[in-house]
């Protein structure tokens, strides 16, 4: 279940979405003996590191542990807006994708893990809304928001709207 909140990357995988040496963006983010990183220069200018790279370590095939970092949302945005061309491209690309991958995890708990708490939620909601005499239809549009959130996936004409309540006054010709 913590790999599935998971809101990070390694910076491995990001070294392989940019195409470039694991090696070289590490020099980029911590600097090397000639010139200052990432790190530094933040650090330099009072601004949390963490938001961006946290440091962490991987093993390799021989087992040896080396040094990574994991890098957030905020980190792969501040590496894209430092990379440039088709490659800035690709990369921004990719790691949007990836962020919006584990974004979409998190949103969604699969039903076997609770499947007794989401029906009792969804009764008592209905009783609720029910006695507070809200319309069928908005009960079917939080049902539906509910339900989907967990996984369920319900027909797209699940919520029917009363046709009175989908026109307007634009369309009856009065403006």
Known sequence: ?????????????????????????????????DRRGYIQ??????MSV???????????ASGKENKCYEVTRMGCDFLANK?????GVIFTARYVKRFQEMENRIRQVPLTEHPGEVA?????????????????????????MVSEQFGIQLPDDFVKVPAYEQMNLFDMGMR
């Open 1 to 33: 279940m913590n790999e599935l909140r998971k809101t990070t990357i390694t910076t491995l995988e990001v070294a392989e979405m940019m195409e470039v040496a694991h090696s070289d963006l590490l020099k980029k983010i911590e600097g090397r003996k």
């Open 41 to 46: 220069i933040m650090t330099e200018g009072q």
């Open 50 to 60: 963490s938001d961006f790279f946290i440091p962490s370590s991987y093993k390799d």
């Open 83 to 87: 990379s440039t061309g088709e490659k």
């Open 120 to 144: 009792n939620y969804l009764k008592e909601m209905g009783k609720r809304m029910e006695k507070e005499r809200m319309a069928p239809h908005k009960i079917a549009e939080a049902f539906k």
